[in-house]
């Protein structure tokens, strides 16, 4: 019997050399000499056998220092984009003091996530771009610490979305990109603790609007590209502890502004390619005076509106990409927004001789040109 067990591991330790050769965790030879690329392999290799023969040894000193996966003593895993082995998958699963995870962009499925189901102190997960779908969302429920999740650009709708509203210790969640409708959203409803909302390139109709505005907490809105007009904007109103909106890329004009204006708490605010923006509407938020950060790229505005946002004098970061109105004439309007430190001219009139002027008074400015 004891000669059974000892064969047994044996194989099993030489089943893990195999699986360790197609890691995506070994550094990549252009960027590593031969020998450190081996010393890294094998650190991790003898790792990886520490793990599946379980061993006592600790999984973090075996790495040592050319770890590219630290061990058990992490608490923040960024493996965005790479492709995991069964193995280690396998040991990621066991990696219990785990609070932030990146999965983005890995070969994830329902599979391989059933084996994290016993990441209970998992606060952070980001699952875009992976090939989860609502089956393997249930998995989600075993999180009982979940605060921040992102199922970004994954293939999951309405399903989904129930499955979603399950989780209750959410406070920030990205459905970007999903398949999930305005009747998913009003599943959403039931995260009241939300606060923040990210639902970029989402088919906002009222009803999503509606259901959104239930959603008394929210400090952070991000509903780019959704078809938003005045109207739907609307009927979000009620969202008046609003710290970030970001809106690009919608049918916004001058009246929807009206809205905004109501959002006294707005620290940035992104009205990029709103094209029928122009400085009338921008006039209407002039009682935003915690904004210190305003998008503005893609508007009509004129250097009418470099006079108007003088009020803002918190403002950090002015966009004005693509602004083609705006060049050299009034940029002396800016020089009394003193915390100024990132500007965009990009696609604008502003010419070197405009940019040297800003920088001779805002010696920390840094423009994008």
């Not at 965790?25 to 056998?49: I, K, N, V, W």
């Not at 009338?280 to 998008?295: D, E, I, P, Q």
Request: charged share 20%; with cysteine.
């Amino acid at each position: 019997m004891h000669a059974g067990r000892k064969s047994l591991a044996i194989l099993t330790l030489a089943l893990a050399l195999l699986l360790f050769q197609s890691s995506c965790f070994a550094a990549p030879a252009e960027q590593h000499s031969q020998t450190t690329a081996g010393d890294s392999s094998r650190a991790f290799g003898e790792a990886l056998l520490l793990k599946l023969s379980g061993s006592n040894v600790e999984y973090d000193k075996s790495l040592g220092a050319h770890a590219v996966f630290k061990g058990s003593k992490e608490t923040a895993f960024d493996l965005h984009n790479r492709k995991l082995t069964y193995a280690d998958w396998t040991i990621l699963g066991g990696q219990k003091t785990i609070k932030k995870l990146n999965l983005a962009g890995t070969n994830l499925t329902d599979q391989e996530l059933e084996k994290l189901k016993g990441l209970v102190n998992v606060e952070q997960l980001d699952l875009a771009r992976t090939k989860v779908s609502a089956k393997g969302l249930a998995v989600l429920q075993s999180f009982p610490k979940l605060q921040v999740l992102s199922v970004r650009g994954i293939y999951i709708s309405d399903q989904s979305a129930q499955l979603l509203s399950k989780l209750k210790t959410l406070i920030a969640l990205d459905v970007t990109d999903t398949a999930i409708s305005n009747a998913g959203i009003a599943s959403l409803e039931k995260l009241t603790q939300l606060e923040r909302l990210t639902a970029n390139q989402l088919a906002l109709s009222e009803s999503g609007c509606k259901s959104i505005a239930k959603l008394k907490r929210l400090q952070l809105l991000a509903i780019d590209k959704t078809g938003l007009t005045d109207n739907l904007l609307n009927a979000m109103a009620p969202l008046t502890s609003l710290r970030e909106l970001r809106v690009r890329d919608n049918d916004l004009t001058d009246a929807g502004l009206e809205t905004i204006s109501g959002f006294t708490l707005l620290e940035e605010l992104d009205l990029g390619n709103s094209k029928s923006i122009d400085d009338a509407g921008v006039k209407k938020l002039t009682g935003l005076k915690n904004l210190r950060l305003l998008g503005l790229a893609g508007t009509n505005i004129t250097n009418q509106t470099l006079d108007t946002i003088t009020v803002f004098k918190q403002l950090e970061n002015l966009g004005l990409r693509n602004t083609r109105n705006i060049d050299d004439s009034n940029l002396q309007a800016l020089t009394k927004l003193k915390n100024l430190k990132e500007l965009t001219t990009v696609g604008s009139k502003i010419t070197a001789k405009g940019r040297n002027y800003l920088t001779a008074h805002f010696p920390q400015l840094h423009i994008l040109y």
